[in-house]
């Protein structure tokens, strides 16, 4: 049984920047794409960021591109997002998840079998 947790999140500033992890336990991951997903209070799940096994293809959303970086290190079992330039709407509740049936990077958030808790970012003003 595997378990993903994320860590990283709080407090942070617009125009700043946070950097969240995701350590992959249990089982392995490393041939699962990965991704995060985040919810603001009243707000649909929206697709931040993915990456494949290998770590050679992501994708972002259209929102935090050319801000995040999605990374992993398969040998620590870890996904890491860098944010950066935040902007308010980054206030949310960001899951990290993964997708067991392929590695194949990818934006459908049904594609994904493993959730973790989430961890808030709250952006002050």
């Known amino acids: 049984q595997g378990q993903l947790v994320e860590a990283g999140g709080g407090l942070g500033q617009a125009g700043g920047s946070l950097r969240l992890s995701c350590v992959a336990s249990?089982?392995?991951?490393?041939?699962?794409?990965m991704a995060w997903f985040r919810q603001a209070p009243g707000k649909e799940r929206e697709f931040v960021a993915t990456?494949?096994?290998?770590?050679?293809?992501?994708y972002y959303g259209d929102s935090v591109r050319g801000r995040f970086t999605i990374s992993r290190d398969n040998a620590k079992n870890t996904v890491y997002l860098q944010m950066n330039n935040l902007h308010p709407p980054a206030t949310a509740v960001y899951y990290c998840?993964?997708?067991?049936?392929?590695?194949?990077?990818?934006?459908?958030?049904?594609?994904?079998?493993?959730w973790g808790p989430g961890t808030q970012v709250t952006l002050s003003s």
């Open positions: 998840a993964a997708d067991l049936n392929a590695a194949r990077a990818t934006t459908i958030v049904a594609r994904y079998d493993y």
């Open positions: 249990g089982r392995t991951f490393r041939s699962s794409a």
């Open positions: 990456i494949s096994g290998g770590g050679g293809t992501t």
